[in-house]
């Protein structure tokens, strides 16, 4: 995908309405999703501590009866953050949030309880729904890659058995031989479950891909749902998406 393609799309996504609005036969939803997800987890980290600033007043405003997710819409800042922000602020360690996240049942407080589970209803990114669905779709990308491997009879070595063996930094699919692909060799093989926009590929490149290639010597990454072209300016590391794989 060509960067000012990717652009117009990343703008449009401000809501989860936006991913069902956009979706036609060139956008497929869960590509759509995953540029949202990528664009809501940017703004988070960049807005967190300024909204965690807001705390004093934001618990002020609850106890005058504003809710949590009414909070989070004002701000325009994920359900699940705002009320941890908010709940910090009354006393709660972050433990103990996440304790209530995962089980609201063991709240006592009527009021809490009803309002974290609608943020958690509300929240598509940081509720466990939301992490779930990152997790599976995370693993089931591997799991379709691994197939292929399988199926083309190539000998590698999971991360798992690779850092049994001492390696510390270790790609999804390390080749016991290496394999040809576009007239090149590659020793390893990484899966992302993401789209590879600039900020992406770039932060990929300098926290793991370097690494293997310092390690492991060439080899390809894998972004599933699709890349800007020409990013990566790096010939030891080959960028293919789902459609190499599903050929």
């Known amino acids: 995908m060509q960067e000012k393609e990717y652009r117009q799309i990343y703008e449009k996504l401000e809501s989860p309405e936006d991913v069902d609005r956009l979706v036609h036969k060139d956008y497929e939803r869960d590509f759509l999703f995953v540029v949202y997800t990528l664009k809501v987890i940017r703004d988070t980290k960049k807005r967190y501590y300024s909204v965690k600033k807001k705390a004093p007043e934001l618990l002020m405003d609850w106890r005058l009866g504003a809710s949590f997710l009414e909070l989070s819409l004002e701000l325009g800042f994920p359900p699940v953050l705002t009320a941890s922000i908010l709940m910090q602020q009354r006393g709660w360690s972050k433990n103990r949030f996440s304790k209530a996240v995962r089980e609201p049942s063991i709240i006592d407080n009527q009021r809490i309880k009803a309002e974290l589970k609608e943020v958690i209803d509300a929240d598509l990114i940081y509720s466990p729904k939301g992490n779930q669905i990152q997790f599976e779709r995370g693993r089931e990308v591997e799991d379709r890659i691994g197939r292929w491997v399988k199926a083309k009879n190539i000998k590698h070595i999971t991360e798992k058995e690779a850092k049994k063996r001492g390696h510390i930094k270790t790609p999804d699919f390390l080749l016991e031989a290496p394999l040809k692909v576009n007239g090149h060799w590659v020793n390893w093989i990484e899966s992302k479950a993401s789209f590879g926009d600039r900020d992406e590929i770039k932060k990929d490149y300098r926290k793991q891909l370097t690494h293997y290639v310092d390690l ?30 599903e050929r």
Do not use: Q, S, T
Not at 237 to 245: C, L, P, S, T, Y
């Open 216 to 245: 492991f010597g060439a080899g390809m990454v894998c972004y599933w749902y699709g890349f800007i072209e020409g990013i990566l300016d790096d010939e030891r590391i080959i960028v293919k998406d789902k459609e190499f794989f």
